[in-house]
């Protein structure tokens, strides 16, 4: 099909609920992809920080495929292998205890709330539990993790949503505290805000809320569905923090192009809620997804990847900090490792830069009103962050 063929159909036959870039993309290699008109883009989205070892990782493709021509899929009524794997690798990395597949980032959320719940329920009996989440977070658009989401435009058409959830200031513990009382069974928070504008937790807010929890036997769930899998040159971004979340979840990279998301839980948390018959999923962890979740852990541990974020992170945001101080469309630079915001002024809609960007062959998206997100292949090198650069610097004049 050519390009305006498969743009018309898509249009006509697909629930407009995106408003697309106007190319259609056709394959990828390394940290390039191309368009179904051959016109090749330095990818610096990755999928939505999806594609951590960019297109084509040697060893990837090989993992799938064998797979792939053993079974994809066999229910959770029955043991495989490459859940034995993945669960291990999974469980191992981040240090807590047992983990659950997902087929995505907002059922990773899902499962948590429910952990949450069943924790707090198994305690006290009672029904009247409650979430405190953060204003200009994202978690997902199920009606649960939808409920989390401190984000009115997003949650504006669909309530009622799920009630006994508080809204908090993110990295303003006086707000936190506000909204804490007896009846708080978890607190749920992104460890850098991705969709609400690429914002890191301070660390003395994350320490207090930490504390916090300790204190009152309230639930920490650190939402790492972006920054998780050593986007922030950490392979968790707690790390950088010296805590460790009560449970987990992540997604996006985890799978590094299937559809795979899992929630982790810590030995106290697994052990005091979702027991057989509380919890479950047809297709999650699947022999396929599962391969590739393995695999995934076993190329980080091989190429030493985030060890490469941590290493080159410091040029990146030399690099971005100097399109701040070149122009004034810039007002600032935020991020940790390869997850990072320009923030515009306001009289410079992001919308036209990203756009200008993809004509001149460069894929970046949006976060927030009025943030530039860059979210690249964690493979990019020097090379690739002063071609974005340059390409950069002719699109915010
Ligand atoms: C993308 C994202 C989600 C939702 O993941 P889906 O796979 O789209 O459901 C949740 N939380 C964060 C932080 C995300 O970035």
């Not at 899929?73 to 240090?95: C, D, F, M």
């Not at 030399?318 to 810039?330: A, G, N, P």
């Not at 690249?376 to 090379?383: A, D, F, N, S, V």
């Amino acid at each position: 099909m050519t390009q305006n063929e498969i743009k018309q159909d898509v249009d006509k036959y697909v629930l407009h609920t995106y408003n697309r870039f106007p190319i259609a993309i056709d394959h990828g290699n390394g940290v390039r992809v191309y368009d179904a008109d051959g016109k090749e883009y330095l990818d610096f989205m990755a999928g939505i920080a999806v594609y951590a070892l960019g297109y084509d990782f040697p060893g990837y493709d090989e993992a799938l495929t064998d797979q792939l021509l053993k079974t994809i899929h066999t229910s959770n009524l029955y043991y495989h292998e490459p859940l034995a794997r993945a669960a291990k690798a999974l469980v191992t990395s981040t240090g807590l205890s047992k983990a659950f597949f997902t087929n995505s980032g907002a059922e990773a959320i899902e499962g948590a709330i429910k952990a949450a719940r069943k924790y707090a329920w198994e305690k006290d009996g009672k029904n009247n539990h409650e979430i405190v989440a953060m204003n200009g977070s994202f978690h997902g658009r199920s009606v649960g993790a939808l409920s989390v989401t401190g984000n009115e435009h997003y949650q504006a058409p669909f309530r009622p949503l799920m009630g006994g959830v508080r809204f908090a200031d993110f990295n303003n513990m006086e707000s936190v505290r506000a909204a804490v009382n007896d009846a708080t069974c978890a607190i749920i928070m992104e460890t850098v805000q991705g969709e609400g504008g690429i914002y890191p937790a301070d660390p003395q807010f994350m320490k207090e809320i930490r504390k916090l929890c300790d204190e009152k036997d309230i639930l920490l769930i650190l939402d790492e569905i972006q920054c998780g899998m050593g986007r922030t040159g950490k392979m968790w971004a707690y790390e950088h923090y010296g805590i460790k979340p009560d449970i987990l979840t992540c997604a996006k990279a985890l799978g590094c192009g299937v559809p795979v998301g899992a929630f982790v839980l810590n030995e106290k948390t697994a052990a005091h809620s979702l027991e057989p018959g509380d919890h479950g999923t047809t297709y999650g962890g699947n022999p396929l997804v599962c391969a590739a979740v393995a695999e995934v852990f076993r190329l980080f541990e091989s190429t030493g990847i985030v060890g490469h974020v941590a290493e080159t992170t410091p040029y990146f945001e030399k690099t971005l900090d100097k399109l701040v101080l070149d122009h004034v469309s810039v007002k600032a630079h935020r991020g940790l490792g390869f997850m990072r915001g320009l923030e515009l002024a306001p009289e410079y809609p992001v919308s036209a830069v990203v756009n200008k960007a993809l004509d001149k062959g460069l894929l970046i998206i949006s976060a927030g009103n009025n943030v530039l997100r860059f979210v690249p292949p964690l493979i990019i090198g020097e090379k690739e962050i002063d071609e974005a650069a340059a390409i950069l610097d002719k699109c915010l004049g």
